[in-house]
């Protein structure tokens, strides 16, 4: 399908591809790879060519489910020989937050190229290490945003960007479900780096970042509505945040692991536009204060896949607002939103100049 032009890593249909496809190894078998597994057998330009797992039945299910050559199925421990095999271009790192940065230096030590799940790591500190290991091995990494090739999502950046309705004032922006399982590694601080700010909170950031093509100059913030201590004794519940940009714009979010939200709205001096749902997997309903947004509801990891894939077979530079620098300015400012939630206090964002 063709995506709004705003989209501003499509590669020219002059570049022919002639069937070749970009070869993947996802690293990390659980439930959002079962998703990207979904996305990779609908893409055009990449497949599932090989594995990285701990876990015997779960390598013979996607062996035969994308056959799979034995020789392209890993475990954590020798994943390294992945260095000398030239049917993977790129590793998928799927895994727990905190193993994100383990495994990406090690990709890029192999000489493979990666995408990292969100949130890049659980530090500023870790995507640092993560940029340079990359660097230094003349791979490209890219952070798994998925709405950066969504057809809803592509509007509403271009409606904030271009002041379509005038100069956006005021975002609301929010993501909540309900998690409820005691065992799940998102409740360890250790292995996740933080509640459902680090983990879907991140949409919310992002939508504000892109649809104002501004960073946010300073946050407060305040964890709750608390409900549960016992099961949330590690990591936030519940948390809101307000951000304020150059422009003057406010905005206001919550993320959630106990409240179902999912919605996007934003008021601009002639109009507004909204999404709702928004953020989680769709599919998204769109409107503007002059009618309807309609766009087909697309396989988000397909395009995601295939767009980077396509850059990556035409040995262009992945765009800067899906890298490394862009996880990296996202973690800097989830820890200025915990800070401000822990100290009751306004914290500033340090500023970047990227394109966003
Ligand atoms: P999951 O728990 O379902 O899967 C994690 C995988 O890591 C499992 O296969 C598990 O066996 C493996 N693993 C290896 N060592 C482990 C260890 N020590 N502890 C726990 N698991 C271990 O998690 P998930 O929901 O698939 O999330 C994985 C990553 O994907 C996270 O970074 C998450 O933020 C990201 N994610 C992104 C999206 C998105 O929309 N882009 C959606 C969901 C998850």
Redesign the pocket.
Known sequence: MTLPNFVNFSIPDSIRFEGKKLNMAIC??????D?LANGLEAAQYCQVAGIV???AT?AEKWKKRFNIRQKNIYN?QNFDEIKNNKDIDLVYV????S??KDFVIRAAKAGKHVIV???MATSVEDCREMINACKKAGIQLAV???LHTEPFHLEIKRLGQEKVFGQVRLIESSLGYVSGDPT???LRKE?SGGGPLM?IGLYCIQSCRYVSGEEPVSVTAQFGPVTNKKLFSDVEESITWQFEFPSGLVSNSSSSYNCKIDRFFASADEGSFELNPALG?GPYKGKTSQGDLNFPTINQQATQCDEIAKVLLANKQLPVHISGEEGIQDMRILHAIYEAAETGKKVTIPQIHHPL
């Open positions: 990390g078998l659980g439930r959002y790879a998703i797992t701990g876990t779960k954590y799927v895994l727990p937050n193993m994100h799940e969100k949130p798994g945003y998925r799940e590694w998102r292995m983990d997997y």
